[in-house]
C-alpha cells in the first residue's frame, strides 16, 4: 500500500529535550516536506528536499533541522525544543511537477 | 514570496445546499491551485486542482473555478452533505517551483443534516 508513515503520532516532552520525528515514505517521490498546522494559520512549510541531500527552509524554518540521506527518509529533529512549538507536524511527499502531495498521519507534538 | 488568503474561516449551510470557499493568491507565477479536505483527526488529502490554463474544472459535486486575472480561485460544492463536513485548505504553487506548496489558513464547514 502507497503510503507515508510518521512516527510517533503523539509525543509529549520537555523543553530543551532534543526530539526526532521520523517519515518514511515507499512510493519513490523526489520531494518531501515537512509542515506545521495551527490553528487559523494552514499548513505552514518547515523545510523541503528535491531529491537524497537536497535540502532548503521552507516559510518557518527556526528550531528545526532535516536530513535527507536516503530517498524514502526525510526526519525532522528539533536539536533544543520550546513550548511554541507545540503544533501538529505533517509530513508529505510528491513527485515533481504539479502533482497531488501525499501527507502522513501527522505527529501531535506537545513541549512543556 | 506567495500569499495565499482564504475566506471564510467558517462555513455552516444546510444540508443540500451549496457552500462556496473562497482564496486569493498573490503571485503571478503561481499556476497550480489543488484544494485539499481535512476530515477531524485525520490527514489532508486531494480533492481537486486545476491548472492556469483551465478557467473551471468539476468532479461530479465539487468544482473549482479559476480568475487568473483577479488571482482569485474558488471551490464549490452543491448539494452538501454530512460527510462534506471538513476542513479544507486551497494552495498555491508555480511549475518552477513545485516543491513549494503555499496554503490558505483552512475553511471549517459543518453541513447541518
Known amino acids: 500500500e502507497a503510503q507515508v508513515t510518521q512516527n510517533p503520532r503523539y509525543l509529549i516532552t520537555v523543553t530543551g529535550k532534543k526530539l526526532t520525528v521520523t517519515c518514511s515514505q515507499n512510493m519513490n517521490h523526489e520531494y518531501m516536506s515537512w509542515y506545521r498546522q495551527d490553528p487559523g494559520l494552514g499548513l505552514r512549510q518547515i523545510y523541503y528536499s528535491m531529491n537524497v541531500e537536497v535540502t532548503d527552509k521552507g516559510d518557518v524554518p527556526e528550531g528545526y533541522k532535516v536530513s535527507r540521506k536516503e530517498k524514502r527518509n526525510f526526519p525532522l529533529i528539533l536539536e533544543s525544543p520550546s513550548p511554541n512549538q507545540t503544533s501538529l507536524y505533517f509530513c508529505?511527499?510528491?513527485?515533481?511537477?504539479?502533482?497531488?502531495?501525499?501527507f502522513g498521519q501527522g505527529t501531535r507534538l506537545t513541549v512543556v | 514570496g506567495e500569499n495565499v488568503e482564504q475566506h471564510p474561516s467558517t462555513l455552516s449551510v444546510q444540508e443540500g445546499d451549496s457552500a462556496v470557499i473562497k482564496c486569493t493568491y498573490s503571485d503571478s507565477a503561481s499556476n497550480y491551485f489543488p484544494w485539499y479536505k481535512q476530515e477531524l483527526g485525520k490527514r489532508p488529502q486531494l480533492i481537486i486542482d486545476?491548472?492556469?490554463?483551465?478557467g473551471e474544472k468539476k468532479d461530479q459535486r465539487i468544482a473549482v473555478t479559476l480568475n487568473k486575472t483577479a488571482k482569485h480561485f474558488s471551490l464549490h460544492i452543491t448539494e452538501t452533505q454530512p460527510e462534506d463536513s471538513a476542513v479544507y485548505f486551497c494552495a498555491a504553487s508555480s511549475l518552477d517551483s513545485s516543491y513549494k506548496l503555499i496554503f490558505g489558513s483552512g475553511t471549517r464547514l459543518l453541513v447541518r443534516p
Open positions: 508529505a511527499s510528491s513527485f515533481p511537477g504539479q502533482t497531488e502531495a501525499f
Open positions: 486545476i491548472r492556469s490554463n483551465v
